[in-house]
Structure formats: structure tokens, C-alpha cells
């Protein structure tokens, strides 16, 4: 049975430095909230960092990586996995002594061994379901944004009141954080990113607009059908689940969906989904994207390059436009 919590003790981290380090979309977003819950939040920062500024504005106190991680008793990783090991054992490890807490918004690189933390500190996971700029916008109206939770390891007995004091601190308590592991978050969260949310539903609506337009219809019909009206499905699916999305749709959708969907989206797909599953549990991901950064990044870039010259996206920018959605 799932386990959910509702509450954190904040006491646990009040006499602490936290060093938040990277003042990206989470970094930012979840620091605020701290500071706003009464804790003594620092960043730490690249010298010459773009956000160095932007978080002395906002009211932190701002230092390099390696002197944020010597001041802090609670660390938190909040920049790129690509760059954590690096940054980890040049600017961190050196000052991760006995008692030290070091948290995470994602278990990656501590699952897949990148990082290493020694047996004497606490190891603690807060992952919010949502970007960071949700978090701080549920955060300012007194809600919050559901979280994942976690702990590696716990070498001072308290490890789980700190990552619940943590939620409760970006505001995640508000509306429940569910009980994981580094090894769940992790491989559900690579899974759900490759076969669904950026990989699967990106592939699924580009071969379906590629079939219409090679089949004579018009792009910016295509365009509508089968990505502009994902949105308001989703939309559906988020608020009350596949049934309430199938009440919001016609019957002749609903029976074309019910009947034909399996055979698009098959067992074969379902073979396919297997196999992804076991690239990440297996390691071979993490090595393929973690093995040669430089490489991983170059290959990146041209598949970045590559959907930005597929021709949805030239129809979808130009109907963007057109109807007030895109400047």
C-alpha cells in the first residue's frame, strides 16, 4: 500500500545552512520556498554564473560550489545529472564530513553509482512532480505540488525527518508526498520520460501527422488534429482519468479510439516498452548517456536540430501565431 505524508517537522533543519547548488528552474523555485519557510538557505554557484546575480536579488547569500558545500550542513543537488559527478567529487566530496546531509531532486546519479557519498552522511530524496515554476507558484497561493520521497541513506537516525521537513518546506506536505525509493523514482521517472512523455507521445504524434500530410490533406488540418487537440485530451485524462476524458469525447471517438488504439499502439509496442525498461534498470542508458558527455551532447544537438526542421514544426508555428498563441 502506497504511503503518503501530510506533514514534516520543519524544526529539524532550523539550525542548519542549506546550500542549494544551481539556480536553474528547481533550484530557484525550491529555494525561495525554503527561505520563505523560515530557513537559512544559501546557493552556490559557477563564479561568473548567469544566475549569480539573479539569486542575490531574490536575497541569498551566493558563493562558489565548492565553499557553499564547506559552509553547508545540507547540501542539495539541483543542477544537470550530466554535470553532477564532476561538480560532486571536485567541489563536494571534500567537504562532506560525518553528519552532513546531501539531498537530491532526482535519485539518477546516486542509483546508478555516479555518486558516491561516504557512509557518514544522510543521503535524502524530494522529487516535486512538476517544474519548478509550479512549485513556487502553488507554493505563493498556500498549496503545493505533490512530491516523491525518498531515503539512501540514513547514518544519523533522522534521515526521514529531514526529507520531510524539506517537503514541507518547498510546500509539498500540503498535498502529499508518496514514500519511494532512489531505484523507483529513478527508473520510473527514465521510463515515463522515453516511452510516454517526451519520446512516445513526441514520436506518436509525428507519424500520425506525417501519414495525413503524405496522404494529400492539408498540414495545418493535421497539425489540429493531432497535436493541437492532444493538449485538451490530456487536459481531460489530468482532471478525472481515461473514463472522464471518454465521457468528454463523442461516441463515434470513444468507439474509433476504444476499437482501433490497440491496434496502433500494440503488443509489439508493448514488446518494445519491455526492452526500454530493461536498457535503463540494466545500466545501458545511464553508460550510453553518461559514458562521453561531449559525444552524448553532440548527438543531442543534431536530434534537437532534427524535429526543429520537421515539418510540424514550421505548420505549428505558423498556426501558433496565427490563432494568438505564439508571438
Known amino acids: 500500500m502506497v504511503e503518503i505524508y501530510r506533514d ?108 558516491k557519498p561516504p557512509k557518514t552522511v544522510d543521503v535524502i530524496m524530494v522529487a516535486p512532480k512538476s517544474p519548478g515554476v509550479r512549485v513556487r507558484e502553488e507554493f505563493l497561493k498556500g498549496s503545493g505540488v505533490p512530491a516523491l520521497v525518498a531515503v539512501y541513506q540514513d547514518a544519523s537516525g533522522k534521515a526521514w525527518d529531514e526529507v520531510l521537513a524539506w517537503a514541507k518546506a518547498i510546500g509539498s506536505t500540503r498535498i502529499g508526498v508518496i514514500k519511494t525509493t532512489f531505484k523507483e523514482e529513478t527508473e520510473t521517472d527514465l521510463f515515463g520520460e522515453q516511452c510516454v512523455l517526451v519520446g512516445g507521445l513526441m514520436e506518436l504524434i509525428k507519424k500520425a501527422f506525417e501519414v495525413l500530410i503524405e496522404n494529400g490533406y492539408q498540414p495545418e488540418l493535421a497539425y489540429f488534429e493531432v497535436l493541437n487537440e492532444a493538449k485538451l485530451i490530456m487536459d481531460l485524462i489530468y482532471q478525472g482519468g481515461l473514463e472522464n476524458m471518454l465521457k468528454g469525447v463523442s461516441d463515434t471517438a470513444k468507439y474509433g479510439g476504444l476499437v482501433y488504439g490497440p491496434k496502433v499502439i500494440d503488443d509489439h509496442v508493448k514488446s518494445n516498452m519491455y526492452k526500454i525498461l530493461e536498457n535503463i534498470t540494466s545500466g545501458r542508458f545511464t553508460k550510453e548517456w553518461m559514458g562521453n558527455p561531449e559525444e552524448s551532447y553532440k548527438r543531442l544537438n543534431e536530434l534537437m536540430n532534427k524535429i526543429k526542421e520537421h515539418p510540424i514544426e514550421k505548420t505549428g508555428k505558423e498556426l501558433r501565431k496565427l490563432i494568438g498563441i505564439e508571438k
Open 8 to 115: 514534516g517537522d520543519l524544526s529539524i533543519l532550523k539550525d542548519k545552512t542549506i546550500g542549494v547548488l544551481g539556480y536553474g528552474s528547481q533550484g530557484r523555485h525550491q529555494a525561495l520556498n525554503m527561505k520563505d519557510s523560515g530557513l537559512n538557505v544559501i546557493i552556490g554557484l559557477r563564479k561568473g554564473s548567469k544566475s549569480w546575480e539573479k539569486a542575490k536579488e531574490d536575497g541569498f547569500e551566493v558563493y562558489e560550489v565548492a565553499e557553499a558545500s564547506k559552509i553547508s550542513d545540507f547540501i542539495i543537488f539541483l543542477i544537470p545529472d550530466v554535470e553532477q559527478p564532476s561538480v560532486y567529487n571536485k567541489e563536494v566530496a571534500p567537504y562532506m564530513k560525518d553528519g552532513k546531509i546531501l539531498g537530491f531532486s532526482h535519485g539518477f546519479n546516486i542509483h546508478f553509482g555516479l555518486i
